[in-house]
């Protein structure tokens, strides 16, 4: 009686599972397929590009900075809010503003599926897993951006540094606070010198589709390098306002190219920086031609 009873809990929990991995080849291929619909193509088109554009306009902002110490207005800063808060000032700002947040959502939508299903071009394990968790730090990325589009096309947005520095100020008031300010600055410089890597060894070129140019490939080289340079920046800042107990310190990417601006050869540096930022922001628009697609084929038989 005991072995019919068992018989059965295991037939039962077989269907379960069996159901379940239907379940998820069903919704994996339901994703697949609105990714390869051209309507979903088109948004990635247009999240990519409104994603370099607001790379040019930082590295623009980020000029004026280094040229004149101003940023083209009282309030205006050398961050993708700086950039946002650009783009709202022109005609039709408001219209582009919401294309630009439905494009970078459409963007976080794309890697959601790659974190879940993608890269199965990579073997099981530790590089397949490593590949997905790339992909959710660039959906967070994206749907960072995408907000602060929202906000500021809602007329609520603020100043990203101001942000900054009130949660971190918040996070120093909490037991171990220190502790937790400098785990951020550490993960954030580590993001950094991934990207460098991934700049140095031409790794993002496996986020194309096709041949291209070697121009492209020293656009995307360059690019890469400094957005980590970047990011190492701004993750020693956290470090500082952890060791000084300061979190007026801290601060994001606008905070980071004053920084430099503000070191020996400044003004060289930051132009170099901001000439940078423009190449991954046209490197993007490449990038918007040929983006590759992990997740492309059928479910059956991949597991």
């Not at 809990?9 to 159901?19: E, H, K, L, P, Q």
């Not at 919704?27 to 994603?51: C, H, N, W």
């Not at 100043?159 to 100020?169: F, I, L, M, V």
Request: a positive charge.
């Amino acid at each position: 009686m005991t072995g019919r009873g068992g018989s059965a809990g295991g037939n039962a929990a077989s269907r379960a599972a069996d159901a379940g991995e239907r379940l998820s080849d069903s919704a994996e291929d339901a994703g697949q397929q609105a990714m390869a619909s051209k309507p979903f193509r088109i948004l990635l088109t247009v999240g990519l590009v409104a994603y370099g554009v607001v790379h040019v306009l930082v590295g623009w902002i980020a000029l004026q900075l280094a040229w004149s110490g101003l940023t083209g207005g009282d309030n205006q800063e050398a961050s993708q809010q700086g950039a946002l808060a650009e783009v709202a000032s022109k005609p039709f700002g408001a219209v582009a503003l919401w294309i630009i947040a439905v494009g970078l959502f459409a963007l976080v939508i794309w890697q959601v599926v790659e974190a879940i299903w993608g890269h199965r071009d990579r073997p099981q394990g530790f590089k397949r897993v490593r590949k997905r968790l790339g992909s959710a730090g660039r959906a967070i990325a994206y749907a960072v951006v995408g907000a602060a589009a929202v906000r500021t096309a809602t007329g609520s947005s603020g100043s990203s540094g101001n942000k900054e520095e009130g949660w971190t100020a918040r996070l120093l008031a909490l037991p171990f606070g220190r502790i937790l300010v400098v785990a951020v600055g550490i993960t954030i410089i580590v993001l950094g010198v991934r990207l460098v890597r991934r700049g140095v060894k031409k790794k993002f070129t496996e986020d194309l589709v096709g041949g291209i140019s070697q121009g492209v490939v020293r656009l995307g080289q360059i690019g890469y390098i400094v957005k980590g340079i970047a990011y190492a920046i701004v993750g020693c800042l956290f470090g500082w306002a952890a060791i000084t107990y300061d979190a007026d310190k801290a601060g994001g990417l606008d905070e980071a190219l004053r920084t430099v601006n503000g070191a020996p050869f400044g003004s060289a540096l930051l132009t170099l920086m901001a000439l940078g930022l423009i190449c991954f922001g046209i490197y993007c628009f490449v990038w918007a031609r040929y983006p590759r697609v992990s997740t492309s084929g059928s479910a059956a038989g991949r597991r």
